[in-house]
């Protein structure tokens, strides 16, 4: 009886250190000091949001960027970049208050579409992202001119 208490009072030991760690690590995250420029300008789903809404869906984003690293891979990676990436999943999780991407920890962006052997040179090169587990455990690869382009259009739905 007394191991069993031990072993759930070390489990909520563990899990409260885990959330805190989190929280602090979002709480000192900065954003772009436009980030409400940028996603007005750039995504049509944050301009149609209430301003509380706005407030949130800011909040979901700084939660993404504090916990998802994105690298570019010989490709800059800017602030829209950034921003773009993180709408880009939030938008799909928005009506689900506490759902988090927990199972990625980096977005790979490539300055171009890939193959199969994530080549961005030479032929059938037709990737535009993807994510998985094996050689892309916890990771995912988007095409930096695709993440741009699927924003461009606000009537497509392809972001």
Known sequence: MIGALVVVLIIAVIGYKVYS???KRVDDFKLPKDTSSLLSQHVAFYRELSDKDKAVFEVRIKDFLANVSITGVDVAVEDLDRLLIASGAIIPIFSFPTWRYNNISEVLLYKGTFNKEYDTDGAERNIL???GDGALHREMI???P???SSFA????GHN
């Open 21 to 23: 760690d989190r929280k």
């Open 129 to 131: 992202g993807m994510v």
């Open 142 to 144: 988007l095409s930096k």
């Open 146 to 148: 695709s993440v741009r």
């Open 153 to 156: 259009n606000d009537n497509d």
